[in-house]
Nanobody
């Protein structure tokens, strides 16, 4: 079965940057959408960003637009989240997720079929 493994989390000061990586155990192809979600303390899991595999189309939640960049490497079956200008409110467990098929980029957790176990990002004041 397909597995997703996140890495790259850590502790940074406000204004700093981190790059998260998500590695897929199997080849990603077709109409897959790869996304990042996050779960902050005391909050529900929320959508952050997504990229459509075939054409690279991206979508971001408003709170990270202009700060975060999602990208993918098709040859390596990897997806990345470059996070810049980090804020304390970005502190969360970040998850990589994959939606198999579909014509639109989903923003709800239930739309995704595979999930990683998360990597912790902590932003200090």
């Amino acid at each position: 079965q397909r597995q997703l493994v996140e890495s790259g989390g850590g502790l940074v000061q406000a204004g700093g940057s981190l790059r998260l990586s998500c590695a897929a155990s199997e080849r990603i192809f077709g109409r897959y959408t790869l996304a990042w979600f996050r779960r902050a303390p005391g909050k529900e899991r929320e959508f952050v960003a997504a990229v459509r595999w075939n054409d690279g189309n991206t979508y971001y939640t408003d709170s990270v637009k202009g700060r975060f960049i999602i990208s993918r490497d098709n040859a390596k079956n990897m997806v990345y989240l470059q996070m810049n200008s980090l804020k304390p409110e970005d502190t969360a467990l970040y998850y990589c997720a994959a939606d198999v098929g579909g014509l639109r980029i989903g923003t709800r957790p239930y739309e995704y079929d595979y999930w990683g176990q998360g990597t912790q990002v902590t932003v200090s004041s």
